[in-house]
């Protein structure tokens, strides 16, 4: 090739790659579904799904959702995936919600174009819609992902609430996400709610202390004694993860752990520790909280995601397609 076709070469990705095939991107579905717009038909089917009030704390259902999802084998959907040894049937996965709900959107699309749709695209844009709804910031999603087809309750390697900061940063970090991105993504804790026995031991026996972590306030810990009992046989009671506004998207939840009132051990750590503290100190007089939420939203939806040729397009999200029978064989 001569040096000036080269150049031309060069030129032209440079120039159009964010319209090359098979990358993901802003406005991926525009145009593919007649008149249809893709993120309209979604955001319709949240908006109703919180009208009516058929899933509750929809925000913290999805938010928990897509980090689930990312976090495992990528973006690809496989958490959605039934089965008696699917992703779902982990144990930091049982109380994931809002199947159904990707269900309905998954209905809708197909109603209106077959095939086209991926589902781990659709957990991206629900969460997107649902953090609107919560009262965060609208941010523009990239799409382009494609389902994957294997999924493992062995897979599933979650972090539990007593990982350390910088335990956490590597395996952030491990994803191809900085340690401010960690920091912006655990605001996800800003809504929703966590059992009582995923944080107990901070309350009654802390490091084997016999006693409660000394970095929770007093007034979290009056709070936290009242709601989880020492022993309780038959109910896990829940606490909200934002002490304040639990059922807002917005940065209470980085004054709180400021505050002491982090209820889970590696929230209330990244306040303090020396690696994150001044990232939260910035985030809680930061007043592009709500635009840097949604960025690192869409880092994480970019984590191993499979593009054109890999995967599939899940006809359901719960099941893989099935594949054709070809001269003798399943291709
Ligand atoms: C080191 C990282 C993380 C750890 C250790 C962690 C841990 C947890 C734990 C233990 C719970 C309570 C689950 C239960 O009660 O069954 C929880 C809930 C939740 N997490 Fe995380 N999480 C992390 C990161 C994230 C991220 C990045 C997001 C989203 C961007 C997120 C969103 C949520 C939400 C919304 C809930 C509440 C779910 C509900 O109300 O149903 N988490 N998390």
New binding site residues.
């Given amino acids: 090739m001569s040096k000036a076709l080269a150049l031309v070469v060069v030129l032209f990705l440079v120039l159009f790659c964010e319209k090359c095939y098979g990358e993901l991107r802003v406005g991926f579905y525009e145009g593919k579904c007649g008149l249809t717009n893709v993120e309209d038909v979604v955001q319709n089917v949240v908006n109703t799904w919180h009208i009516e009030k058929k899933e509750k704390?929809i925000p913290?259902?999805l938010?928990?959702m897509?980090?689930h999802d990312c976090f495992v084998k990528g973006c690809d959907a496989s958490i959605l995936l039934d089965g008696f040894i699917s992703e779902k049937q982990a144990v930091p996965n049982l109380?994931v919600?809002g199947y159904e709900l990707i269900d309905a959107i998954k209905e809708a699309l197909e109603a209106k174009c077959q095939g086209l749709v991926s589902c781990a695209d659709i957990i991206s844009m629900a969460t997107r819609d649902a953090v609107v709804l919560g009262g965060g910031k609208w941010y523009d999603v990239e799409t382009g992902r494609r389902d994957g087809n294997v999924s493992l309750a062995s897979n599933v390697n979650l972090?539990?609430?007593t990982?350390s900061v910088s335990d956490?940063i590597k395996l952030f970090a491990s994803k191809s996400l900085s340690q401010y991105d960690m920091v912006y993504?655990?605001g996800?804790?800003t809504?929703?709610?966590?059992?009582c026995s995923?944080f107990k031991d901070r309350i009654y026996n802390f490091n084997n202390t016999g006693g409660p972590d000394p970095s929770m306030s007093p007034w979290l810990l009056a709070e936290l004694k009242g709601k989880c009992p020492r022993i309780s046989l038959f109910f896990d009671n829940?606490y909200p993860?934002d002490v304040k506004t639990p059922s807002l998207v917005d940065n209470s939840f980085f004054q709180e752990i400021k505050r002491g009132n982090g209820v889970?051990q590696?929230d209330q750590q990244i306040a303090l520790d020396e690696l994150t503290k001044n990232i939260v100190d910035d985030i809680v007089s930061d007043p592009d909280f709500y635009t840097k939420f949604g960025e690192a939203?869409v880092k994480?939806g970019r984590v191993e995601v499979l593009i054109d040729g890999q995967g599939e397009v899940r006809k359901s999200c719960r099941v893989v397609n099935e594949k054709p029978f070809i001269f003798g064989g399943f291709h």
């Fill in positions: 704390d913290a259902a938010l928990r897509q980090f109380s919600r972090p539990a609430a990982i956490s993504l655990l996800g804790h809504v929703g709610i966590a059992r995923l829940t993860l889970l590696i939203m994480l």
